[in-house]
T-cell receptor, first 111, second 113 residues
Framework: GQQLNQSPQSMFIQEGEDVSMNCTSS?????WLWYKQDPGEGPVLLIA?????ELTSNGRLTAQFGITRKDSFLNISASIPSDVGIYFC???????????FGTGTRLQVTL | EAQVTQNPRYLITVTGKKLTVTCSQN?????MSWYRQDPGLGLRQIYY???????DKGDVPEGYKVSRKEKRNFPLILESPSPNQTSLYFC????????????FGPGTRLTVL
């Protein structure tokens, strides 16, 4: 099955730093989603993007739907310890139900 | 509280011993799905169901079975587990058409020895 390439695989940053991660695909998607997974929990939706070029914010998080529809970016500003977790991108195409997930970015925040 | 529950949360078993992981949702969702999560591979879909008695294969269905006899429940069955099925499993649900708003369960960590 198809997979999305997500980078970086992991990041170690200091509290207060900004974070950027991205996701690329060989196929286009109509919807891009960003999830966060806390240790021992299931993924929780952070941001949903529905239109090429769209830029959407949710608090300190900002995500963009790439113009080519084959990529997406997530930025976290002024990171805090509770940002620790694994971040996944996911794509949906058309009316299909299947979420195609990225490989994940593990974020560690040090004080 | 709207939620997806999975049981058990942790399971260690041996090769060949049949097991079932249960999934239940209380949101009256038609759509339910099972994923497995492996390091470096993200989440991959195993099976999904659009409604009662309607199930279909995802990307990695080999070695798994599912059933959907009731709307709220979607059990995952491993008839003869093998070590390559050691993984973290997630159940998810949503309304039809709102696949971008899937609710995920807390996960079941399975180890097959």
């Amino acid at each position: 099955g198809q997979q999305l390439n997500q980078s970086p695989q992991s990041m170690f940053i200091q509290e207060g730093e900004d974070v950027s991660m991205n996701c690329t695909s060989s196929s286009i998607f109509n919807t891009w989603l960003w999830y966060k997974q806390d240790p021992g929990e299931g993924p929780v939706l952070l941001i949903a993007l529905y239109k090429a070029g769209e830029l959407t914010s949710n608090g300190r998080l900002t995500a963009q739907f790439g113009i080519t529809r084959k990529d997406s970016f997530l930025n976290i500003s002024a990171s805090i310890p509770s940002d620790v977790g694994i971040y996944f991108c996911a794509g949906l195409f058309g009316t299909a139900s299947k979420l195609t997930f990225g490989t994940g970015t593990r974020l560690q925040v040090t004080l | 509280e709207a939620q997806v529950t999975q049981n058990p949360r942790y399971l260690i078993t041996v090769t060949g011993k049949k097991l079932t992981v249960t999934c239940s949702q209380n949101m009256n969702h038609e759509y339910m799905s099972w994923y497995r999560q492996d390091p470096g591979l993200g989440l991959r879909q195993i099976y999904y169901s659009m409604n009662v008695e309607v199930t279909d294969k995802g990307d990695v269905p080999e070695g798994y079975k599912v059933s959907r006899k009731e709307k709220r429940n979607f059990p995952l069955i491993l008839e003869s587990p093998s070590p390559n099925q050691t993984s973290l499993y997630f159940c998810a649900s949503s309304t039809i058409g709102s696949y971008n708003e899937q609710f995920f369960g807390p996960g079941t960590r399975l180890t097959v020895l």
